[in-house]
């Protein structure tokens, strides 16, 4: 070969090129590879120093925790470890690496000062210690360590210290410290650290934004969130989304649609993780209207396979109580999974048939798909509101004996509950003090309300001397043995009883039922004359009971108790809120629509038996939420078979 020839010839790339390369490209197993390849060859030893931050990066990707291990120990007898971006790399491959310092060294590492710290933080905190030269990155990597662990004021004193030290924090340390005070909620130094970075020109930075963001949500300020990100130059898809779930986790369901709207004007495209936001807030707040409106934009889009978007959709419409819908996409699914059985089976076991629950649970293992703690707490639910004791107790006993799960207290409460309603006093009573878990308020307060139901109030005393031991101050239980007491005749005691709650300034919870129409939310108390349609609903009350009469209604009293004549009774049930919202959506909708109506009470007996008469004459689905579940009007029936 000419020695021009030669000359012309390109070199090949180094070892430690190749590796570097690989690495930077998520090629991990090909950079580890490689460097394997280049301790087995006769490379120069000045490769070694030059391989080492890509060779302990793909460790650290890969979960190679003995050859990091391995690795450590060539950076020390080749010097490589004083190198500074060497040991940043190892510094960050012990942080990612839980118990790589057993493998380097075979014993646990010692623990600072301060408490008592993981072994996984302390190797990363002795690989700091023994750095000849730090810099921003070095201590950037162990505050995250410390925050990481939980270890929040520690991390927060690192940043002072790594201030004294002459080392400035930039948009990774605040991205690292910003988070400590979203877990506290402590607005007050999240602020702080907020105008360290107007000071320092961070503001701009995408991640410290999305962090201010996203304690500022955690904070329930998202005032303060949502001038953060119409502050912030530009935005990425990322950014968009910690602002909706800000919002959508602080009950803003509004706010958070409009900045999805935004999102879209913006051309920035949702993913899953979007919706899985918004959806679940529409659930809980039960707002059917904007619900339909994200399951619109989940069509649009072309989401309707995501098995956990269609998993949120099915327990919003439970929620929301459309069963019909929820069912529609169920079936839909090609394989469900645990969240989508156990949604759907805890739809119809609040909102009926609750026997239909009990049936998909029986196909559910016929799949193979293992129900867990939420799918059982669902199963005996609708064991309690059908008044199946005996597949209840089945239910109960199968969770430990079929699949090692440990009955909760809400396992508990709900066959309480079971027992409860069915009539089972005794039953329930010895099943809850005999429970392993010490029974709490809430629990004796299934049976209390059961004792009401079956107007057993030898019982009710004794169940409620257990709960006002637990919680002086329970409402709840003063009034239902108020109300026991006046069902029963015992004028005095009840009297009593209530000048008692009033001495202790203890007050009930008015009874509210609300409705949204047009947009707009109309809340009414019993006998509220403040709406502007009251003349309206009550002339449109009053011709439901006309028709009711003649159909053979007759007003049932029991739930009146107060101490006054049969037709001021009357009287008192006529106003009841329920009735009023009913009637409300009934006049101010078109036929046919159905009315959907909010209660925070357990809906009465007399109100549960108009509703069912005004259905069928007004010929409307009118689906009712009370504190308990749903109940679904139609055609003179309800959902609930009359068992609530």
């Given at each position: 070969?000419?020695?021009?020839?030669?000359?012309?010839?390109?070199?090949?790339?180094?070892?430690?090129?190749?590796?570097?390369?690989?690495?930077?490209?998520?090629?991990?197993?090909?950079?580890?590879?490689?460097?394997?390849?280049?301790?087995?060859?006769?490379?120069?030893?000045?490769?070694?120093?030059?391989?080492?931050?890509?060779?302990?990066?793909?460790?650290?990707?890969?979960?190679?925790?003995?050859?990091?291990?391995?690795?450590?120990?060539?950076?020390?007898?080749?010097?490589?470890?004083?190198?500074?971006?060497?040991?940043?790399?190892?510094?960050?491959?012990?942080?990612?690496?839980?118990?790589?310092?057993?493998?380097?060294?075979?014993?646990?590492?010692?623990?600072?000062?301060?408490?008592?710290?993981?072994?996984?933080?302390?190797?990363?905190?002795?690989?700091?210690?023994?750095?000849?030269?730090?810099?921003?990155?070095?201590?950037?990597?162990?505050?995250?360590?410390?925050?990481?662990?939980?270890?929040?004021?520690?991390?927060?004193?690192?940043?002072?210290?790594?201030?004294?030290?002459?080392?400035?924090?930039?948009?990774?340390?605040?991205?690292?410290?910003?988070?400590?005070?979203?877990?506290?909620?402590?607005?007050?130094?999240?602020?702080?650290?907020?105008?360290?970075?107007?000071?320092?020109?961070?503001?701009?930075?995408?991640?410290?934004?999305?962090?201010?963001?996203?304690?500022?949500?955690?904070?329930?300020?998202?005032?303060?969130?949502v001038k953060v990100f119409d502050n912030l130059p530009a935005r990425d898809p990322i950014l968009w989304n910690s602002m909706l779930a800000g919002c959508a986790q602080n009950g803003s369901v509004e706010e958070a649609l409009e900045i999805f709207r935004r999102m879209l004007k913006s051309g920035v495209r949702p993913v899953p993780v979007t919706f899985s936001s918004l959806i679940?807030?529409?659930?809980?707040?039960?707002?059917?209207?904007?619900?339909?409106?994200?399951?619109?934009?989940?069509?649009?889009?072309?989401?309707?396979?995501?098995?956990?978007?269609?998993?949120?959709?099915?327990?919003?419409?439970?929620?929301?109580?459309?069963?019909?819908?929820?069912?529609?996409?169920?079936?839909?699914?090609?394989?469900?999974?645990?969240?989508?059985?156990?949604?759907?089976?805890?739809?119809?076991?609040?909102?009926?048939?609750?026997?239909?629950?009990?049936?998909?649970?029986?196909?559910?293992?016929?799949?193979?798909?293992?129900?867990?703690?939420?799918?059982?707490?669902?199963?005996?639910?609708?064991?309690?509101?059908?008044?199946?004791?005996?597949?209840?107790?089945?239910?109960?006993?199968?969770?430990?004996?079929?699949?090692?799960?440990?009955?909760?207290?809400?396992?508990?409460?709900?066959?309480?509950?079971?027992?409860?309603?069915?009539?089972?006093?005794?039953?329930?009573?010895?099943?809850?003090?005999?429970?392993?878990?010490?029974?709490?308020?809430?629990?004796?307060?299934?049976?209390?309300?059961?004792?009401?139901?079956?107007?057993?109030?030898?019982?009710?005393?004794?169940?409620?001397?257990?709960?006002?031991?637990?919680?002086?101050?329970?409402?709840?239980?003063?009034?239902?043995?108020?109300?026991?007491?006046?069902?029963?005749?015992?004028?005095?005691?009840?009297?009593?009883?209530?000048?008692?709650?009033?001495?202790?300034?203890?007050?009930?919870?008015p009874a509210c039922s609300w409705i949204e129409v047009k947009n707009r939310l109309h809340v009414f108390v019993a006998h509220d004359r403040s709406h502007p349609w009251y003349d309206r609903i009550i002339g449109a009350l009053n011709f439901f009971s006309e028709q009711m009469a003649r159909q053979g209604y007759v007003p049932n009293t029991e739930d009146v108790f107060q101490d006054?004549?049969?037709?001021?009774?009357?009287?008192?049930?006529?106003?009841?809120?329920?009735?009023?919202?009913?009637?409300?959506?009934?006049?101010?909708?078109?036929?046919?629509?159905?009315?959907?109506?909010?209660?925070?009470?357990?809906?009465?007996?007399?109100?549960?038996?108009?509703?069912?008469?005004?259905?069928?004459?007004?010929?409307?689905?009118?689906?009712?939420?009370?504190?308990?579940?749903?109940?679904?009007?139609?055609?003179?029936?309800?959902?609930?078979?009359?068992?609530?």
């Amino acid at each position: 070969m000419s020695l021009p020839a030669a000359a012309s010839t390109p070199l090949p790339p180094s070892w430690a090129y190749q590796i570097r390369v690989a690495a930077s490209q998520g090629q991990y197993l090909t950079a580890v590879s490689l460097f394997l390849q280049m301790r087995a060859s006769a490379a120069a030893r000045s490769s070694v120093p030059a391989a080492l931050p890509a060779a302990f990066k793909s460790c650290a990707a890969l979960g190679l925790r003995v050859l990091g291990a391995s690795l450590h120990a060539l950076a020390i007898r080749s010097g490589a470890f004083a190198d500074r971006f060497t040991a940043n790399a190892l510094l960050n491959l012990y942080c990612k690496l839980p118990g790589l310092y057993q493998h380097s060294s075979g014993s646990d590492p010692p623990s600072s000062g301060g408490g008592v710290e993981s072994a996984a933080l302390s190797a990363v905190r002795k690989v700091f210690d023994e750095m000849p030269e730090r810099d921003v990155v070095s201590w950037n990597t162990l505050v995250l360590a410390c925050a990481e662990e939980g270890r929040y004021q520690e991390a927060v004193d690192l940043v002072r210290k790594m201030w004294r030290d002459g080392f400035r924090p930039d948009s990774f340390t605040l991205s690292s410290v910003l988070p400590i005070f979203a877990e506290s909620a402590d607005v007050k130094r999240g602020m702080e650290v907020h105008g360290f970075a107007v000071r320092n020109g961070f503001d701009n930075d995408m991640y410290v934004g999305s962090s201010l963001i996203d304690m500022y949500a955690n904070c329930i300020r998202t005032d303060y969130s949502v001038k953060v990100f119409d502050n912030l130059p530009a935005r990425d898809p990322i950014l968009w989304n910690s602002m909706l779930a800000g919002c959508a986790q602080n009950g803003s369901v509004e706010e958070a649609l409009e900045i999805f709207r935004r999102m879209l004007k913006s051309g920035v495209r949702p993913v899953p993780v979007t919706f899985s936001s918004l959806i679940p807030a529409c659930a809980n707040l039960a707002s059917l209207r904007l619900g339909k409106q994200l399951h619109a934009y989940v069509v649009r889009g072309g989401f309707e396979d995501n098995m956990f978007i269609s998993s949120s959709l099915i327990d919003m419409y439970c929620k929301c109580g459309n069963i019909s819908i929820a069912r529609c996409i169920f079936d839909r699914m090609q394989s469900p999974d645990i969240v989508s059985w156990t949604a759907m089976i805890m739809g119809y076991a609040l909102q009926g048939p609750a026997r239909e629950a009990l049936v998909l649970f029986d196909r559910m293992e016929l799949r193979n798909v293992k129900p867990n703690h939420i799918t059982f707490l669902a199963v005996l639910t609708a064991c309690s509101h059908a008044g199946l004791v005996d597949k209840g107790w089945k239910c109960f006993n199968s969770m430990s004996d079929l699949y090692g799960i440990v009955p909760s207290l809400e396992h508990c409460a709900a066959l309480a509950d079971t027992l409860g309603r069915a009539g089972e006093l005794d039953e329930a009573y010895n099943f809850i003090s005999k429970m392993q878990i010490k029974p709490t308020a809430s629990v004796w307060s299934t049976l209390l309300r059961a004792c009401r139901v079956h107007k057993n109030s030898v019982l009710a005393e004794e169940v409620a001397k257990k709960i006002l031991e637990l919680e002086p101050r329970s409402v709840g239980s003063h009034v239902i043995l108020s109300n026991m007491y006046s069902a029963s005749g015992r004028w005095n005691e009840a009297a009593h009883l209530r000048k008692s709650m009033r001495n202790k300034g203890m007050k009930k919870e008015p009874a509210c039922s609300w409705i949204e129409v047009k947009n707009r939310l109309h809340v009414f108390v019993a006998h509220d004359r403040s709406h502007p349609w009251y003349d309206r609903i009550i002339g449109a009350l009053n011709f439901f009971s006309e028709q009711m009469a003649r159909q053979g209604y007759v007003p049932n009293t029991e739930d009146v108790f107060q101490d006054v004549e049969e037709e001021q009774k009357r009287y008192v049930l006529c106003g009841h809120s329920e009735k009023l919202a009913i009637v409300f959506g009934i006049i101010s909708t078109p036929p046919g629509t159905t009315v959907r109506v909010m209660k925070n009470l357990r809906v009465c007996v007399d109100c549960h038996t108009v509703t069912k008469f005004i259905s069928k004459i007004a010929e409307r689905e009118i689906v009712v939420r009370d504190a308990n579940r749903f109940h679904c009007f139609k055609d003179g029936n309800c959902s609930c078979g009359d068992f609530w």
